[in-house]
């Protein structure tokens, strides 16, 4: 009874194939597109082409790292010629992993292989239109971060010769700084440390951001950042918004030689200094390193002038203080010979004066002397009386009937005292 259902129920269901469901699947693709060629914008993923020179892509559309959707592209043989041809030298960057392209193609549906996009022609001014869109854009968020002018506000150093080289080994622009900062013809010497990166398509970005990084903590006085040209779709990754936050924020200043002519990359806008080619920047290191040793040298000529212009003052100078020590010691001899003559001359005078007063004064004193003399004293009339042969001074010492002896001049006399008279009875 259950199995009787059961195949009721499967008679009744509508049951299509795959091939089925694929033909409804290109009816309607072709009643939506009604066989009209489509533009379309999408990632180059993947690329190969077959042995039998027709191209295939695997095309993806992505939003901050995750896939939204992701179809095959084919690229006929006969057609990559006409596409090619269109593209001309640009063909291989532009026909390259990690190229965003703007074509036009028709939605093709294949029952085995599923739904592709024929590819007819890739459209390089909507390509470029879409570059300078992003490019606008960095600028914009730049200026509204107050970042864009960061990193030419930063001071260069007086000599540049420790340089953190940023680039992609091996190509031409790379090479051609290196040849013409290290083979200078003035033979002036670099300090140059490699940071490698990628320098194109979407890989280019993140790596050319850590090799920066790294080079900042090489502590270099500048960073370069080096590519040999390229189309503007090329330099695209140089417009990056992330990759020239990191460069306007740079501790250190960066310089570029992207290798255009014309246009800029935001890169260019926000770095220290731009220069159109690699071998442009490697030459400004060259003559600013050089103007630098002429200015050294300049200033050593300088100085050594100054200081030969000093030591002959300075031998000028000592020999006036050679001549002063030799002959102002002569001249201190001779003028204190002169004033001890002078004074020599002086105190004889003065002796000699003091001399003659001291003989007058001895002369004085002697004839005061004489004039004192008892003899003399006597000779004007005086007499000296003793009493038993000491000279009387006092009138007391005396009295009545007391025997003198009077000593005059000539002789003396013996004499008696009738009467005293002492002062106090004057």
Not at 145 to 166: H, W, Y
Not at 243 to 262: M, Y
């Amino acid at each position: 009874m259950e199995a009787r259902r059961a195949l009721n129920e499967y008679s009744d269901k509508k049951i299509y194939t795959l091939s089925q469901l694929g033909k409804s699947l290109k009816r309607t693709l072709e009643q939506v597109t009604h066989g009209r060629d489509l533009w379309f914008k999408a990632e180059i993923a993947k690329l190969s082409t077959s042995p039998s020179g027709h191209v295939y892509l695997e095309l993806v559309e992505e939003h901050l790292g995750q896939r939204l959707a992701v179809m095959r592209g084919t690229l006929w043989k006969g057609q990559l010629a006409v596409v090619r041809e269109a593209l001309g030298e640009a063909a291989d960057q532009i026909l390259a992993r990690g190229t965003e392209i703007v074509f036009r193609g028709k939605v093709n549906y294949h029952p085995v292989y599923g739904v592709s996009l024929v590819i007819e022609e890739i459209d390089v001014s909507a390509m470029i239109g879409e570059v300078e869109r992003r490019k606008q854009a960095t600028i914009a968020t730049l200026k509204a971060q107050g970042t864009f002018e960061l990193n030419r506000s930063l001071p260069l150093p007086r000599l540049m010769q420790r340089v953190a080289l940023i680039g992609s080994p091996g190509t031409s622009g790379f090479r051609d700084f290196g040849m013409h900062l290290l083979r200078n013809e003035w033979g002036v010497g670099f300090d140059v440390e490699v940071f490698a990166a990628t320098v194109q398509g979407k890989d280019a970005p993140p790596t050319l951001i850590d090799a920066l990084s790294r080079a900042q903590a090489w502590q270099p006085d500048v960073v370069v950042m080096v590519r040999g040209g390229g189309s503007a779709l090329d330099l695209d990754a140089f417009n990056d918004l992330d990759l020239c936050l990191a460069i306007s924020q740079s501790t250190l200043p960066v310089f570029t030689g992207i290798g255009h002519e014309t246009d800029l990359c935001v890169a260019d806008l926000v770095a220290h200094k731009h220069f159109k080619t690699p071998t442009a920047v490697a030459d400004d290191l060259v003559d600013r390193l050089v103007t630098e040793r002429s200015h050294l040298a300049e200033w050593g000529l300088a100085v050594g002038q100054r200081a030969q212009h000093r030591l002959a003052w300075e031998r000028t100078r000592m020999a006036k203080d050679l001549q002063t020590l030799v002959l102002q010691p002569r001249q201190l001899l001779a003028a204190e010979g002169v004033r001890l003559a002078h004074a020599r001359e002086q105190l004889a005078v003065q002796a000699q004066q003091a001399l003659a007063q001291q003989l007058q004064h001895i002369k004085h004193l002697a004839t005061t002397v004489h004039t004192l003399q008892p003899e003399n004293t006597l000779a004007r009339g005086f007499a000296v009386a003793r009493k038993d042969g000491q000279a009387i001074r006092d009138a007391e010492a005396l009295a009545v009937n007391d025997t003198l002896s009077l000593q005059f001049h000539r002789g003396s006399a013996d004499v008696t005292v009738t009467r005293v008279n002492s002062p106090s009875d004057e």
